[in-house]
């Protein structure tokens, strides 16, 4: 029984995506190939747990994972790659999660195969780099690392500012226009398997930030707007909408004034539940 191309995992930051496809080409080579036999070269009982497996309807535990990396025929590097998606995947808290992303994007062949995901990644998880960006709407703003640390709050490092400002210009989201950095708006996205953690990391980040301001802030340069209220779970969903307006709204304010941007302001509007769902109480 002959075997099927060897696929790249470096190019993929779902296990389950990664082995999917791997499946299905060694289908192609080989109609004979079955879960069955995939079963027994990875030394698990189940046939049906492969296809569990790629469905989400089950994990991968750290002894078949072991077995799989065998019956995937992958290297030692790649072996270790593989079990990092299957941690960013199956991880519990963010923080593991968080973890297993900083061992993928530190991958040289992840960084070769997919440039764009770790440099979105480390804009959405990091407070400053957006903040520089906007920074950059200055007329006076210099793209040198020392001014930039020096200008937001709470001070960053160069080291930091260095960083960020290499990433937005990688990612195009600042370019040289007329001798000067400037902001760019471009299309770029990053994959579901860590956009939603990257966001989880933007929003926790941007509220700290919140919570520093009640008192490390003057009172003039902050505003603060909070209230509770009671209502049917029917409304909820009508408030989201409000709440989206409310930024598409002030967006368009501040596109409005931004050829006389002076300072970065975070706007933070924010919904949360505060008890449970009498839907789902017992």
């Known amino acids: 029984m002959r075997r099927g191309p060897k696929l790249d995992v470096f190019q993929y930051l779902s296990f389950r995506a990664y082995l999917g496809d791997w499946y299905a080409a060694q289908k192609r080579a080989d109609t004979r190939f079955s879960h069955r036999l995939f079963a027994r070269r990875a030394g698990v009982q189940s046939p049906s ?20 990396v065998r019956a ?40 070769s195969a997919r440039p764009i995901e770790g440099g979105m990644f480390a ?18 703003f ?15 490092s160069k080291s930091q500012a260095r960083d960020a400002l290499r990433t937005l210009l990688a990612l195009g989201m600042l370019q040289e226009i007329d001798g ?17 953690l990257a966001l989880h990391n933007y929003h ?17 340069e902050r505003h603060l707007l909070g ?13 989201k909408a409000e709440l989206d307006g409310v930024q598409e709204r002030l967006l368009h304010l501040c596109d409005e004034h931004s050829s006389k941007a002076e300072r970065v302001y975070q706007l933070q509007l924010c919904l949360f539940p505060l008890s449970s769902d009498p839907a789902v109480e017992s």
Do not use: C
């Open 49 to 68: 747990l492969f296809n569990e497996i790629v469905a989400g309807k089950r994990n991968l535990t750290a002894t078949n994972r072991d077995g799989f």
């Open 72 to 111: 995937l025929t992958l290297n030692r590097e790649e072996g270790a790659f593989f079990a990092d998606l299957v941690e960013l995947d199956q991880s519990r808290t963010e923080e593991d999660k968080n973890a297993a992303w900083e061992r993928v994007a530190a991958s040289r062949r992840f960084r």
């Open 180 to 196: 000067q950095i400037r902001p760019v708006d471009v299309s770029l996205a990053t994959a579901n398997e860590v956009a939603g």
């Open 204 to 220: 926790r980040q941007m509220l700290q930030r919140a919570q520093d301001s009640i008192v490390g802030t003057l009172a003039p």
């Open 123 to 140: 804009y959405l998880s990091n407070w400053y780099y957006p903040a520089t960006r906007e920074l950059a709407l200055r007329d006076d």
């Open 142 to 156: 210099v793209a040198d690392p020392e001014w930039i640390a020096a200008r937001l709050q709470p001070q960053i």
């Open 227 to 239: 209230v509770t209220v009671a209502v049917p779970t029917s409304l909820v969903g009508r408030l």
